[in-house]
């Protein structure tokens, strides 16, 4: 009965450690949206600036303000392409002003900003956003399902650890296997979808992410074999997981270098859209090419997609 009570504190504690876990580096990542609040020309004005967006449609920016008649600019530029600040103004639209920025590729990423007069940008001053595919809603359902599966095992194994008689077994299992599934199964297939890869992290590349999983099914996979030894190989597998999951997600993660149409993080050539950024118009030729054509009309936050012949 005693056990019974303990194990039953274990889960809680597990579930609660694994969900402040989770919100932590979700909120800390480099894809949490940036808003807040200011005050422009005597008038109130809240803002909440997005930094992930689907591929090739324009994204938004807005600025809610209760009353026409402030001259608010959207200033934009690829990220990491060596160009100049290209200006919008934003118009009013009867809740507030709004400008698009135009779409990008997959990984291609836009540094923004709101100026509100001389250069004063309203907020932080500058906000990069990256445009990702879609990915289907099974795969990333279960990819998010079996790695915060992963993330609770893994607090309730560890405090397991903690117990004078622990039950390992079954423990080390699932968490190894929902680690498994969402690291290297369903991780995978959602940046396939997004990104255009499977993999970006060693030997491939650099991604942060892609590597943070590498070392936890590593250290998963010593304390599945040794755990009968000692518990402490457990232990610091549990422990070593907590840490680096609490770095942030996306961190460090995919990124179009639009010069090469490679990604930066990957160290082999991969197919990838070379977009050139003209007015307000995104051109892309895929690489190697594709007999397909397919745009929309040019004008404000539209987008041109042109594929090379092949």
């Keep these: 009965m005693k056990r019974s009570i303990s194990t039953i504190l274990l889960w809680a504690a597990a579930l609660a450690m694994a969900m402040g876990i989770a919100v932590f580096q979700r909120i800390t990542g480099p894809t949490w949206p940036v808003q807040g609040e200011d005050v422009v020309a005597g008038v109130p004005v809240q ?23 402030l001259r608010l600019t959207l200033a934009y530029r690829r990220y990491h392409a060596g160009e100049d600040w290209r200006n919008a103004s934003m118009r009013w639209d ?14 291609g990423k836009v540094e ?6 001389k250069d004063s940008p309203l907020g932080p001053p500058s906000v990069v956003a990256r445009f990702k595919g879609k990915v289907p809603a099974v795969w ?5 399902l079996f790695m915060m599966s992963g993330i609770v095992l893994c607090v309730r194994t560890g405090l397991e650890c903690l117990r004078k008689q622990p039950r390992l077994t079954r423990l080390v299992n699932f968490t190894f296997g929902a680690v498994i599934l969402g690291g290297l199964v369903f991780g995978p297939l959602v940046q396939k979808f997004a990104f255009g890869d499977f993999w970006t992290g060693f030997p491939l590349g650099t991604d942060l992410t892609d590597n943070k999983t590498l070392v936890v099914i590593l250290f998963w996979l010593a304390a599945f074999f040794l755990y009968r030894r000692s518990r402490w190989w457990v232990f610091a597998a549990a422990v070593l997981m907590i840490v ?5 997600h996306s961190l460090g993660g995919s990124e179009l270098d639009y010069a090469s149409g490679r990604m930066r993080n ?5 197919e990838r859209e070379s977009c050139q950024l003209r007015d307000t118009t995104l051109i892309c030729a895929h690489v190697p090419g594709v007999s397909r054509h397919r745009s929309q ?14």
């Design 47 to 69: 803002y909440r600036f997005l930094r992930s967006h689907t591929a090739r449609t324009p994204l938004e920016v807005r600025v809610k303000a209760g009353q026409p008649g």
């Design 112 to 117: 923004y900003r709101v100026l509100t007069g």
């Design 297 to 310: 009309p040019a004008g404000e936050g539209k987008i041109l997609i042109a594929r090379a012949p092949g």
């Design 94 to 107: 009867g809740e507030g002003y709004v400008a698009d920025l135009p779409g990008q590729p997959p990984a």
């Design 244 to 248: 680096v999951t609490m770095i942030p």
């Design 140 to 144: 990333l359902i279960l990819h998010i």
């Design 266 to 270: 990957k160290y082999s050539r991969m």
